[in-house]
């Protein structure tokens, strides 16, 4: 069966210090990969999305990039984090190739911009 | 683009009785529809889905109906119960690998 992992689970960063959050899927091969970001008591929001390795694409300007080093990881960064950053980001996957696939979202890492 | 209203943003219901959750979306195109359920401070859980070429499925006490003309779609959940207390999320796929878009939440509340 197929997971997704992602970490940490709760980080608390001064502004403008850097980030990195990681993502890993297991079980699958070619998943379509995500960022969302779901900010206090709102909706979620899709930040980034990736089809293939070294394929990005980027829904909302801001300070924040994604990369997908290998098949089924997916990593979330930036430079140097704003107050604004701070929410609670979801790494989540799809199969590959047909539209309209299932999206399942990995447990969430909660950051908090200080 | 998608988008997705959701109403209403909370609901509150005596335990055993039914809720019911409303969507609407903006893009004929979309053809696939799932219903999350996410607990506090976990990742959002798939409930139920619905594709374009059917209009109503169930799962036990969770049903999803579809109403492509309107576009609308609505979420019933018969016999609450505690555990069904969650924020729930309706979401629309317009046929892209660029994801779904997710209504703003309902907050469900199961009043013993």
């Known amino acids: 069966s197929q997971t997704i992992h992602q970490w940490p689970a709760t980080l608390v960063q001064p502004v403008g210090s850097p980030l990195s959050l990681e993502c890993t899927v297991e079980g699958t091969s070619n998943p379509n990969l995500y960022w969302y970001r779901q900010a206090a008591g709102r909706g979620l929001q899709l930040l980034f999305y990736s089809v293939g390795i070294g394929q990005i694409s980027s829904e909302v300007p801001q300070n924040l990039s994604a990369s997908r080093p290998q098949d089924r990881q997916f990593i979330l960064s930036s430079k140097k984090l704003l107050l604004s950053d701070s929410g609670f980001y979801l790494c989540?996957?799809?199969?590959?190739?047909?539209?309209?696939?299932?999206?399942?979202f990995g447990e969430g890492s909660w950051l908090t911009v200080v | 683009g998608e988008n997705v209203e959701q109403h209403p943003s909370t609901l509150s219901v005596q335990e055993g009785d039914s809720a019911v959750i409303k969507c609407t979306y903006s893009d004929s195109a979309s053809n696939y529809f799932p219903w999350y359920k996410q607990e506090l401070g976990k990742g959002p859980q798939l409930i139920i889905d619905i594709r374009s070429n059917v209009g109503e499925k169930k799962d036990q006490r969770i049903a999803v109906t579809l109403n492509k003309t309107a576009k609308h779609f609505s979420l019933h959940i018969t016999e609450t119960q505690p555990e069904d207390s969650a924020v729930y999320f309706c979401a629309a796929n317009e046929g892209g690998a660029d994801g779904l878009t997710f209504g703003k939440g309902t907050h469900l509340i199961i009043q013993p």
């Open positions: 989540a996957w799809s199969a590959g190739g047909a539209s309209g696939n299932t999206i399942y």
